[in-house]
């Protein structure tokens, strides 16, 4: 099979081990004293505000259905590759 590994990259002429990747349905959940649910640039938002550190807020997607993805992994020299379609 041909695989480009790189965007500006040529191909390769390589051998792909086929696999498959499931995950089960999720939330995601966050703990902690300085952390606050709110609406941040109109998306529901974990955000974290500490008086000596500056702000971050992660958006919260909500409940992430179950899925699988086929794809491949490759290996040349000391990197292992994941490839997965888009």
Known sequence: MQVQLSPAGATN????DKIT???PAYTSV????D????VELGQRAWCITHPDKPGFCAADRGPVPAM???GGMYLQGDKLYLLVST
């Open 68 to 70: 699988t993805q086929t």
């Open 35 to 38: 952390l606050s649910y709110c």
């Open 30 to 33: 966050f703990t902690g004293k």
């Open 13 to 16: 002429a390589t051998h792909i």
């Open 21 to 23: 990747i499931s995950s």
